[in-house]
């Protein structure tokens, strides 16, 4: 377990880089990352390297103790390469080119863009290889979809289309170009998602083709960074820093490169003063890319904002935040950044230091926290989260409803929230992992609204209920194939089966409210979307009430070999979750957190049959949690009886 910072050294004389490591040390700070948007001064002009700078800020900070992670600097290439190769610049959806003064401003398919990149990347990875003071490499920096529309993407999109479907007979029958008479004699003729007369409104097979394609360029791009590092320097290990519920890129194929994935986690992106933080989901979503533990690469240390700022976090906040990342399965908690910028775009993204560089009370609420886990480090180290329920995530999905929304709230990742928040609220852990992970570990799997249904995936899912998994299916399954066309069969396509039963219609309900009643006349409220369901085979565990379809099931049951389906027709608001998943929880034999407040999150890690308990007070009033009969306390209060009394955003932590 550590601790880390971001830091430039190149922001700051050189006779400050002593003060600052000292400071480090002294907070328990163990690593830092630097360099990843420094281009300019490593390489000042074309071909003249100079990395004397970055030789002499790692020595200062290695003389200390604390290692350092290098990111490749090609998330901000140098003026100098732009005025040679104005062809980097990337193209909107109206086809007109960034211009220089931001960041990624480049196309990541630009020839001229990833001939500098490998060198510059081949350069840093030959020179600092043996450097003791270098632990590993961060990719480049927050990578996003490659969602350009230059000439270059265009012509390359051809070519992948070209290279998927074999011809344009193949193409055009899978599009369904027939529409609209978009049917296509050569290929030059098929165009990018560009915004037209029309908006934005492209055959949905074309745009989905072309998220694929983007995703797949960014993923590329990374691939020949990952390569040169290899080969030059194996001994580091190779991350990089995602972005939790970013959705642009495939992030499962992006971290199939990496030796573990990080994330930048600020929550009070998602946070209002005196609500819970929302980053629970964003953890468990990075834990899933590759099923392991992870760092958080940046940390949010104080207030964040580029023209405008956010609220500060209150105290206690900053190390709850922390905790709450080793809880879901970070092994290190590197904080953004070291000190606040004195210019530039993010003059207000604020460290933990001030602009005047003196340690204040983020400094010491760190450096307590820091404490906190180096006495609990060799108690923590080589565990992590396991979970007996499981959530399906696809960024292909995720696109398609961003294509088609269909209706508010049925976006990707406000279905999957809506299963997480629930769990959470239950005290239930929970992986977010694709269609492709081992299943059969988990005893309730839930599959949110899987528009883009494979039989092979159906046939998966058959196999799992069948073993004795619980499967949820939730609406919108099955409308579609791969290739984003409707299927034929009746809803919900290959796994009606399964679900035993039929989507015989169905209500787009967006904000819209529809009555449901459970047999055993609890009365709850849906919204969002609402499929009337024929069983076949199914029992029926909740009805419409009235609105579009009284008296018809909304919820089904369907038991099938050892284990049982259950079709969620409909959604709607916290009870309704709460109440239809403890049925889903006790089907499953999975037991709740019993007695856990609203805003007090309880999560474990594991490690050869021992268990950790942390309980994480994300709200602002303290809270009476019940604990583990027979459970070791280790941090925060300790209990009275069987019960603790956390103060707002307090944390415990127990051996049970």
Not at 24 to 41: D, P, Y
Not at 384 to 396: F, Q
Not at 512 to 532: E, F, I, R
Not at 572 to 578: I, M, N, Q, R, T
Request: aromatic share 12%; hydrophobic share 35%.
């Amino acid at each position: 377990m550590n601790i880390g910072v971001d830091y430039y050294p190149e922001h700051w004389d050189e006779s400050r880089w002593p003060v600052d490591a000292k400071l480090m040390r002294e907070a328990g700070i163990t690593f830092v990352r630097l360099a990843e948007f420094s281009w300019c001064k490593l390489e000042p002009t074309e071909g003249n390297y100079d990395f004397s700078w970055l030789d002499r800020a790692l020595a200062v900070l290695h003389k200390e103790g604390i290692k350092s992670v290098l990111g490749t600097p090609t998330a901000t290439p140098p003026a100098w390469l732009h005025e040679r190769y104005p062809e980097i610049y990337p193209a909107d959806a109206k086809k007109y080119r960034l211009g220089f003064g931001t960041r990624l401003q480049r196309c990541l398919n630009n020839e001229d863009m990833r001939r500098y990149s490998r060198l510059i990347t081949e350069t840093m990875a030959k020179h600092y290889a043996k450097n003791p003071a270098v632990a590993g490499w961060q990719t480049d920096n927050e990578f996003e979809g490659n969602l350009c529309y230059c000439e270059t993407c265009a012509a390359k999109f051809r070519e992948w289309l070209r290279e998927k479907y074999g011809s344009l007979e193949a193409l055009n029958e899978a599009w369904g170009t027939i529409f609209w008479s978009q049917e296509y004699s050569g290929w030059s003729q098929i165009p990018l998602p560009w915004e037209v007369k029309c908006g934005k409104s492209h055959n949905p097979s074309l745009q989905l083709d072309y998220r694929r394609f983007a995703s797949e360029s960014t993923v590329s791009f990374q691939h020949e960074q990952v390569e040169i590092l290899r080969a030059n320097a194996p001994e580091q290990f190779i991350t990089h820093n995602m972005m939790g519920l970013h959705d642009s890129v495939d992030y499962f194929e992006l971290g199939k490169d990496l030796d573990f994935v990080s994330w930048d986690n600020y929550p009070a992106g998602f946070w209002i003063q005196g609500e819970p933080t929302r980053s629970d989901l964003a953890h468990d979503v990075i834990r899933g890319i590759k099923g392991r533990n992870f760092w958080v690469m940046e940390e949010q240390s104080g207030i964040t904002g580029w023209e405008t700022m956010s609220r500060r976090p209150v105290p206690g906040q900053i190390r709850l935040w922390s905790w709450q990342a080793i809880a879901q399965g970070a092994d290190l908690v590197q904080y953004f950044r070291w000190r606040s910028c004195l210019f530039g775009t993010e003059q207000y993204w604020h460290g933990i230091l001030n602009h005047d560089g003196v340690p204040r009370r983020r400094y010491r609420e760190i450096k307590g926290f820091s404490e906190e886990l180096a006495s609990l480090s060799a108690e923590l180290d080589g565990s992590s989260p396991e979970n007996s329920v499981a959530i399906l995530n696809s960024y292909e999905q995720n696109w398609a409803f961003q294509i088609q929304p269909q209706a508010k709230g049925l976006l990707w990742w406000d279905q999957v929230r809506r299963y997480h928040d629930a769990l959470g609220r239950a005290g239930v852990g929970t992986d977010v992992v694709p269609m492709g992970a081992d299943l059969s570990k988990y005893r309730l799997v839930i599959l949110p609204g899987w528009y883009l249904l494979r039989e092979r995936d159906a046939e998966k899912l058959g196999a799992y209920v069948k073993a004795g998994g619980v499967l949820v299916v939730s609406a919108r399954t099955g409308v579609k194939n791969e290739l984003n066309t409707c299927r034929t069969e009746p809803l919900p396509g290959p796994i009606a089966d399964l679900a035993g039963v039929e989507v015989d219609d169905y209500d787009p309900l967006g904000d819209a409210t529809c009555p449901v009643t459970l047999a055993d006349g609890t009365s709850l409220s849906a919204s969002v979307w609402a499929d009337a369901l024929v069983p076949k085979g199914a029992e029926t565990v909740a009805s419409y009430a009235g609105g579009c379809f009284p008296g018809e099931a909304a919820v089904t049951r369907n038991e099938t070999g050892k284990g049982s389906c259950w079709y969620f027709g409909t959604a709607g608001d916290a009870a309704f979750y709460d109440s239809l998943l403890s049925r889903v929880l006790e089907d499953s034999s999975i037991e709740p957190y019993r007695g856990l407040p609203p805003n007090v999150a309880a999560k474990y890690r594991v490690r050869n049959g021992a268990t950790w308990l942390f309980l994480l007070n994300l709200g602002s009033a303290e809270a009476s949690v019940p604990v583990h009969k027979g459970a070791k306390h280790l941090l925060g209060p300790e209990a009275e009886g069987d019960t603790v009394r956390l103060p707002a955003y307090g944390v415990a932590i127990y051996r049970i």
